[in-house]
């Protein structure tokens, strides 16, 4: 490993992130210096459990918003269906009696005028869709016994590859106020309305809000430099976001630590918000494999390579589509990381010498001194 003390970086700063839509919805859709606090929510703060009922009306969330409150009685009976949110874009549901749901969903998004219309572009038409599986075969109704639930395949935000076509290259990203909405199928066209939720501001944003959600344990590691993944099988814990593991390097990191980290990936300030474009070596490599809370087993690893060379990290969490990547820049919260790493791994000699940079990208270009 390089045990240079002192780093030399140059990097171009590109321009803001540019989105480019595939399609657009069907009528249109919804520590730093200076930065004031923008920690993402919590799943259990911003998207909490409430009930949808069948409706036949456009709307029914205030009626279900009231109904999640009260208890079920006689005269007041359960919810035909709940739908609960998980971190932006996951899914649970169960049904209290038996139903019969289309298998074709939609994603709503919520307009500056509170007007609500679904997406007809998720994964190239196909739209999102009532499965668990990208893998298993979509009959066109799917029955559901009493209480029985599913946890959905989740929306990655994106249009294109939405839950579990590939990505494309102009795929667009969709932040703002979302909910799901689910149909019966039958001649009664029942409406399940779901929650709002709120998407995160880029697909960057939503891989560190769903890592740093309900860490329960996690270990550090030190990562070859030069020496990554080239086979589908190369995985952790001898390959961590596709770096290979150096031999015996790993350590479990203390609770309190676990802590720093989940509020220094939820914090918003602390990333660079616009492309940033940069020429630096892949060097000083730390790895950490966390095990958070989820409802689907495939959910419940992330994977985070830390360049501390180049303040780059690069996330890996599952979804429908598989093991995914997305690349965060940390250049505003260098020393912040940096405490926690050393902190890990107190008798690294190299991390202990590594000098940080002096000169911070700011987390917004407005945020420019």
């Known amino acids: 490993m390089n045990r240079a003390g002192s780093r030399q970086r140059r990097f171009a700063i590109g321009a803001a992130l540019l989105s480019v839509a595939c399609h657009g919805p069907s009528t249109g859709g919804a520590g730093s210096r200076r930065a004031p606090a923008g920690a993402a929510p919590s799943a259990a703060a911003s998207s909490t459990l409430a009930v949808a009922r069948a409706s036949s009306a456009p709307s029914a969330l205030s009626a279900a918003s ?7 009685s006689p005269a007041n009976p359960p919810a035909p269906l709940v739908i609960t949110n998980g971190v932006a874009g996951q899914f649970e549901i169960r049904a209290n009696v038996p139903l019969e749901l289309a298998t074709n969903a939609e ?4 307009s500056a005028n509170g007007k609500w219309s679904a997406y007809s572009d998720l994964d190239g038409g196909r739209g999102y869709r009532l499965r668990e599986s990208c893998s298993e ?3 066109a109704c799917r029955t559901l016994a009493a209480g029985e639930q599913l946890n959905l395949a989740p929306w990655t935000g994106s249009s294109c590859s939405a839950q579990c076509a590939a990505a494309c290259p102009l795929d667009r990203f969709h932040p703002g106020a979302h909910r799901l909405v689910l149909h019966g199928c ?3 066209k029942a409406r399940y309305e779901g929650p709002p939720f709120e998407m995160a501001p880029s697909a960057r944003a939503l891989w560190r809000w769903r890592a740093a959600e309900g860490i329960v344990r996690g270990q550090v590691f030190r990562l070859e430099p030069h020496v990554l993944a080239k086979a589908a099988t190369d995985l952790p814990p001898e390959y961590i976001a596709n770096f290979r593991v150096i031999k015996d390097s790993g350590h479990p990191i203390p609770p309190e630590l676990l802590v720093e980290l989940a509020e220094w990936l939820r914090f918003r300030d602390a990333f660079v918000q616009f492309d940033l474009h ?7 490599l730390v790895g950490l494999l966390l095990e958070v809370e989820a409802r689907r087993p495939d959910e419940r690893l992330v994977e985070i390579a830390l360049n501390l060379g180049c303040d780059r990290a690069f996330i890996t969490v599952s979804d429908g589509r598989g093991r995914t990547t997305q690349v965060s820049e940390f250049d ?11 902190r890990a791994l107190p008798l690294d000699s190299e991390l202990a010498a590594l000098r940080e940079n002096p000169v911070h990208t700011p987390a ?3 945020h420019q001194d």
């Open 107 to 110: 994603i709503e998004a919520q």
């Open 278 to 284: 940069k020429r630096c070596l892949e060097w000083h």
């Open 364 to 366: 917004n270009l407005d």
């Open 137 to 139: 075969a979509l009959p």
């Open 332 to 342: 505003p919260s260098e020393g912040r990381i940096f405490s926690i790493i050393r």
């Open 186 to 188: 039958g001649p009664a």
């Open 66 to 72: 009231a109904l999640s409150a009260a208890p079920a």
